[in-house]
């Protein structure tokens, strides 16, 4: 495999691959990293649904890679409604995906929030332990059938080194901020630990079925991401913006996961700049606690 590094773009990762006949989903593919990822997806053939809480923007996405790729095929980008942040929306998109026969090679939970402020989602869930975590989990299991059917499979979760300020204990209590005083800092931290954690538990539960599951940090972007912020982040988020990548070196490492021939068999990995990355945090890795949080959102979600 070609060696790439933290200058790679999303096109580089993933030059001469062919993923024509492949089909993908990419949650949050409306803007940013998950936009680039969409793009170069269907640049590559591949058949890519936006999964997308407003059809207006996801609509609008889809348009703009039309305009910059002429040459994509009719059914290159659909477009269909998903709100992470609404278990019933979560299932809801499940069904309708399942209900039209088409298979899943591809599943990139890329979507994700990460504010100060402290809210909850329609099911009553800490927003960042709802949207970052929950939905992908629920989306993923409700899916998960349809991804061994349609193997060999890949699921590439967007994790972040944010994991790092991560308050999560081996015991996992109170994840949902009901008693503790809320950090919007830690409440986006253990979520993104909990994205590790869910794909390695998930790798280990698929092995041998024909599917594999990575997470990776895509590295400081500059996307919304952080619109939701109070001020005084909003003002380092711009005071960094001169260091920050590119959405399309952001995507990088994304695919080179979802399309390079050794990861379709190598999972289990955490990678950062286009290349295996150091664990940040000393749960990430630890077994039991994967086992145990899996558990915990599985009673969650029903």
Not at 5 to 13: H, I, K, N, S, V
Not at 103 to 122: C, D, F, K, Y
Not at 146 to 166: D, G, I, K, N, Y
Not at 205 to 213: D, E, I, L, R, S
Request: net charge neutral.
């Amino acid at each position: 495999m070609t060696t790439f590094d933290r200058r790679t773009t999303a096109e580089e990762a993933s030059e001469g691959i062919d993923l024509s006949s492949r089909h993908a989903i990419v949650t949050g593919a409306n803007t940013g990293i998950g936009w680039e990822t969409a793009r170069v997806l269907a640049l590559r053939g591949c058949c890519v649904t936006l999964a997308c809480r407003d059809l207006q923007k996801a609509g609008a996405a889809a348009d703009r890679i039309r305009e910059r790729h002429r040459g994509l095929g009719e059914d290159a980008l659909r477009t269909q409604q998903l709100d992470l942040a609404c278990l019933d929306s979560v299932r809801a998109f499940a069904g309708d995906f399942l209900q039209s026969g088409r298979p899943i090679h591809l599943l990139v939970n890329n979507a994700g929030v990460m504010q100060t402020a402290h809210e909850r989602t329609s099911d009553g869930f800490e927003l960042h332990l709802g949207i970052n975590h929950l939905g992908h989990f629920l989306l993923t299991n409700l899916l998960l059938d349809r991804l061994r059917e349609s193997a060999p499979a890949r699921v590439v979760v967007v994790s972040s080194e944010a994991q790092h300020f991560a308050s999560l204990t081996r015991d996992l209590e109170d994840l949902n901020w009901d008693k503790n005083k809320y950090s919007g800092m830690r409440a986006y931290g253990n979520s993104k630990l909990m994205n590790t954690l869910f794909a390695n538990e998930l790798n280990r539960k698929v092995h041998g079925a024909g599917v594999v599951a990575n997470s990776l940090h895509p590295g400081i972007v500059e996307t919304e991401l952080g619109r939701n912020q109070a001020f005084t982040m909003r003002l380092v988020g711009l005071l960094m913006r001169p260091v920050m990548k590119k959405p399309d070196r952001g995507a990088a490492t994304t695919l080179m996961l979802a399309t390079q021939p050794e990861f379709g068999e190598r999972g289990g990995g955490y990678f950062a700049d286009c290349a295996p990355a150091r664990r940040t945090h000393r749960l990430s890795g630890d077994e039991a606690v994967e086992t145990k949080l899996w558990r915990w959102s599985e009673q969650i979600t029903a």
